[in-house]
Nanobody, 120 residues
Framework: VQLQASGGGLGQAGGSLRLSCAAS????????MAWYRQAPGKQRELVAR???????DYADSVKGRFTISRDDAGTTVSLQMNTLKADDTAVYYC???????????????WGQGTLVTVSS
């Protein structure tokens, strides 16, 4: 199983950016997909997550500004980031809990990080 993230880059304060993450491989079921971020000198934190039934959850710092969604197949998750702030600058990581073919239990997977830089 692989998670391939795309998007990010340089954005302006008040502007928008979009991240996407595609899961591929021998996937039986995706239990949850999420975005985490890690700013310089800080711990990695959960930004947003979407579970198998479509319920979403957000960090307080991004509520009302960021929207997590997934495609109809449920294998690609996107993070629409609006009204960007300088504090949103971080490396963003795609995360998923997936049951892979041949394994009894689901396990956690991480994608490569993608840098988001917001200029003020």
């Amino acid at each position: 199983v692989q998670l391939q993230a795309s998007g990010g880059g340089l954005g302006q304060a008040g502007g928008s950016l979009r991240l996407s993450c595609a899961a591929s491989g021998s996937i039986v079921r995706i239990d949850r997909m999420a975005w985490y971020r890690q700013a310089p000198g800080k711990q990695r934190e959960l930004v947003a997550r979407i579970v198998s039934d479509g319920i979403t959850d957000y960090a307080d710092s991004v509520k009302g500004r960021f929207t997590i969604s997934r495609d109809d197949a449920g294998t690609t998750v996107s993070l629409q980031m609006n009204t960007l702030k300088a504090d949103d600058t971080a490396v963003y990581y795609c995360n998923a809990i997936i049951k892979r073919s041949g394994l009894i239990f689901s396990r956690e997977y991480w994608g490569q990080g993608t840098l988001v830089t917001v200029s003020s």
